[in-house]
C-alpha cells in the first residue's frame, strides 16, 4: 500500500475531515477521542490521575483493587519478621516498594547529581550475544554479567554488599530550528561506581531505565495480537521509511515464545510476568515463575541469606499476593483527555499528522471481546502506540540487544496521560534514562525511522511548535 493511502486511510473511517492532500486535516475532535481509554476513562487531572480504578469497575469489584493498591504501596521488609505477609526484602534490591520508582503509579526519573541512589531509575546489564549462548537469549533474551547478572542492584540487606552505585552526567548537544531557535539536549553519561564483587566484564552492555507509568496497561495487554501485527512492516514494503518489528519473548508460564508487549523493548508478554520480573529484579521477593533470589554464584552471602519463604513452601510472593497485584495494576485507568476541540490543540494535532509521529504512534485500537478482564473487552482506546519495536537511531542507542530488538530499538511507549506527568510525578523528563527534560527535547531525540518526522518539526516554527506541544500535553 502506497504510503499515503496508508497514512490516510484509517482516518477517512473516521470523519471529521476536510481533506487528505499530504496528511489528514481535523477541523473538530474525533469522537470518543476524549475517552482514551474507552468506558475504563476516569475524569481525573490532579495528582492522583493516574490512581484510579478502571470508571467501569463495580464496588464489589473494586475491593481486589484496593487490596492489590496496598500490596503495591507498602515497603516489603528483611526477612525473618513477624510481617510474614511482607517479609523477604532482598537480599539484593532497588527498592523496598513498587510506589518508590512508579510514584503515584507515575514515570520514574534519572538521580539528581549529587543523589548516589538511582531510586526510580535502575541499569540493566549484559554481555555480548554468542552462538553458545543461544538457549539461554531464548529464555532470557540476554546474555548476564556473569558476576552481576541482568540488573544492577544498588542497595542490599545487613551482611550482604550493594553491587554498585549509579552516577548520571551530561554532555550538552545542541539542536537548531529552521527558524534559528537552538534547543540544548543533553547526553548522559552513566558511571557505575563502589562496585561489591569486583570488576564487570569488559564488554559489559549497560542499558538506564526509569519506571514508566503504570495506567492503561490491561488494556494495552487486550489489543489482539493480530491488530498489532498487522502494522508490523520490519522490509518497510510501503516506502514510508518505518520498519515496525513485533518483539518475540520467552512466557515464563506457557513455557514457549510469544508476542512481547511492555517494557522499554517490549521483553515482557504481559502484565503478571512484568511483575513477576519486577518483584525479583527490584525488591529481591520470589514467587512461583521465579521461585529463587536474584544472586550470582559469585555472590556468596547473597545466596546465603535467610529469605521469607513459608514453612510450607510457599514463595515471598504468595500466588494470592501477585493475583492482586496484576489485578491491581492490570485495572489502572487513564485518564480523560482535555481541550481535545481546542483550535490549537487541533492544530497541534494536525501538525503531529504531518510530520508523519502516527506512522508509529498508532492513535487507537480496539481490544479484545475476551480481555483478561470484562471491563476492559470491547474498547475503543487512543494509546497512540504500536507496541512495536522501531530503530531509533545512534543517539538512543544503548547496544543492549533484548531477543528480537537490536541495541537501537524501542518499543514505541503509549503517550496517553502524557500531558499530566508534570502534575502526577512533579517533572517534565522523558525517554527511557529521562535525558529528555520536556516534551520537545523528547522528539528531537527521535532519529531512526524516525528521522523524517524529527526533520519536518525542526522546520516548525514558534507557533507550531506550541501548538503542535499542545496536542501532546492535551493527550
Avoid at 534519572?110 to 555480548?128: F, G, K, Q, T
Avoid at 520470589?286 to 554464584?297: E, I, M
Wanted: charged share 20%; hydrophobic share 35%; proline share 8%.
Amino acid at each position: 500500500m502506497p504510503s499515503l493511502l496508508r497514512l490516510c486511510l484509517p482516518l477517512l473511517l473516521a470523519l471529521p475531515l476536510v481533506a487528505c492532500d499530504e496528511a489528514p486535516r481535523f477541523t473538530q475532535a474525533e469522537p470518543g477521542e476524549a475517552r482514551a481509554g474507552g468506558d475504563t476513562t476516569v475524569n481525573r487531572g490532579d495528582r492522583g490521575a493516574y490512581q484510579m480504578p478502571s470508571a467501569n469497575l463495580t464496588p464489589a469489584r473494586r475491593l481486589d483493587f484496593n487490596v492489590g493498591n496496598s500490596f503495591f504501596r507498602s515497603p516489603w521488609v528483611i526477612a525473618p519478621s513477624t510481617t510474614t505477609a511482607r517479609d523477604g526484602l532482598g537480599p539484593l534490591f532497588n527498592t523496598s516498594a513498587c510506589v518508590s520508582c512508579h510514584i503515584r503509579d507515575g514515570r520514574g526519573h534519572p538521580p539528581e547529581h549529587d543523589d548516589p541512589n538511582a531510586v526510580s531509575m535502575l541499569v540493566r546489564l549484559s554481555i555480548p550475544d554468542q552462538p553458545e549462548y543461544a538457549k539461554l537469549i531464548e529464555r532470557m533474551g540476554v546474555v548476564p554479567e556473569p558476576v552481576y547478572g541482568t540488573q544492577l542492584q544498588d542497595m542490599a540487606i545487613p551482611g550482604v554488599a550493594p553491587e554498585g552505585k549509579v552516577r548520571v552526567d551530561y554532555e550538552p548537544l545542541t539542536v537548531t530550528f529552521k527558524d534559528g531557535t537552538a534547543v540544548e539536549l543533553r547526553k548522559p553519561i552513566l558511571q557505575i561506581t563502589r562496585l561489591g564483587y569486583g570488576p564487570m566484564h569488559p564488554d559489559t552492555r549497560f542499558s538506564a531505565r526509569v519506571a514508566p507509568p503504570m495506567i492503561g496497561l490491561g488494556l494495552l495487554e487486550a489489543i489482539p495480537e493480530e491488530a498489532i501485527l498487522a502494522n508490523a512492516d520490519p522490509d518497510d514494503r510501503n516506502g514510508d521509511g518505518i520498519r515496525g518489528r513485533p518483539n518475540r519473548v520467552w512466557d515464563d508460564a506457557e513455557n514457549r515464545t510469544v508476542l512481547g508487549r511492555f517494557g522499554w523493548k517490549a521483553g515482557q508478554p504481559n502484565i503478571n510476568q512484568q511483575n513477576v520480573h519486577a518483584l525479583s529484579g527490584d525488591m529481591g521477593l520470589t514467587s512461583t515463575l521465579r521461585p529463587f533470589d536474584d544472586c550470582t554464584a559469585a555472590q556468596v552471602d547473597c545466596l546465603a541469606a535467610p529469605n521469607g519463604n513459608g514453612e510450607d513452601g510457599e514463595q515471598e510472593v504468595s500466588d494470592n499476593i501477585l493475583r492482586l497485584i496484576t489485578y491491581y495494576t492490570r485495572n489502572l485507568a487513564v485518564p480523560a483527555r482535555k481541550d481535545v476541540d481546542s483550535p490549537e490543540v487541533l492544530a497541534g494535532k494536525n501538525l503531529f499528522y504531518q510530520a508523519g509521529c502516527q506512522g508509529c504512534h498508532t492513535p487507537k485500537f480496539v481490544t479484545s471481546a475476551n480481555a483478561a478482564e470484562p471491563e476492559l473487552a470491547s474498547q475503543t482506546i487512543w494509546p497512540y502506540s504500536d507496541l512495536l519495536l522501531h530503530d531509533m537511531g545512534p543517539g538512543l542507542a544503548d547496544q543492549r540487544s533484548e531477543f528480537a530488538a537490536s541495541g537501537q530499538d524501542w518499543r514505541t511507549p503509549p503517550l496517553w496521560g502524557i500531558g499530566k506527568n508534570q502534575v502526577v510525578s512533579g517533572h517534565t523528563q522523558f525517554l527511557h534514562d529521562g535525558r529528555a527534560r520536556n516534551l520537545l527535547e523528547a522528539v528531537l531525540w527521535h532519529g531512526g525511522e524516525a528521522q523524517a518526522a524529527r526533520q519536518r518539526v525542526l522546520t516548525f516554527d514558534a507557533t507550531q511548535r506550541s501548538a503542535l506541544l499542545a496536542f501532546l500535553n492535551s493527550l
